[in-house]
């Protein structure tokens, strides 16, 4: 069965434009089993996700698109509570090393 593993809501600016809603939806028509959000440089949509897909029958898989140095783009996924902390914690010193709007983490920080 298909999981897709890389998806922005209308929380990824320019990338993203469905709100979680209707990818949950989509997903549960197509008959997965499991979907990943990844926005970008960011967990805004962690929430309101994990509740609606589980409603949905769907495992809600955590996630994020960090941009790195060098405008390069990482996608990392959460396995756990201890994943979701290292996750938040990557995003914040992203979010504290780039100017506002534009985080950006070095390859030393992974």
Same mark, same amino acid.
């Given at each position: 069965?298909? &999981? +897709?593993? $890389? &998806? $922005?809501?209308?929380?990824?600016?320019?990338?993203? =434009?469905?709100?979680?809603?209707?990818? *949950?939806?989509?997903?549960?028509?197509?008959?997965?089993?499991?979907?990943?959000?990844?926005?970008?440089?960011?967990?805004?949509? =962690?929430? *309101?996700?994990?509740?609606?897909?589980?409603?949905?029958?769907?495992?809600?898989?955590? /996630? =994020? +698109?960090?941009?790195? +140095?060098?405008?390069? $783009?990482?996608?990392?996924?959460? +396995?756990?509570?201890?994943?979701?902390?290292?996750?938040?914690?990557?995003?914040?010193?992203? $979010?504290?090393? /780039?100017?506002?709007?534009?985080? *950006?983490?070095?390859?030393?920080?992974?």
């Amino acid at each position: 069965m298909y &999981t +897709e593993l $890389h &998806t $922005h809501s209308h929380f990824s600016f320019l990338d993203g =434009a469905s709100p979680t809603r209707s990818l *949950v939806e989509r997903a549960a028509c197509l008959g997965m089993k499991a979907l990943a959000i990844t926005d970008h440089d960011g967990l805004y949509n =962690a929430c *309101v996700f994990t509740r609606t897909a589980k409603e949905a029958g769907i495992k809600p898989i955590i /996630g =994020a +698109e960090l941009t790195l +140095e060098g405008e390069n $783009h990482l996608t990392l996924l959460v +396995e756990n509570a201890r994943g979701y902390t290292n996750l938040s914690q990557l995003i914040t010193k992203a $979010h504290l090393a /780039g100017s506002k709007g534009s985080p *950006v983490l070095s390859e030393t920080e992974l």
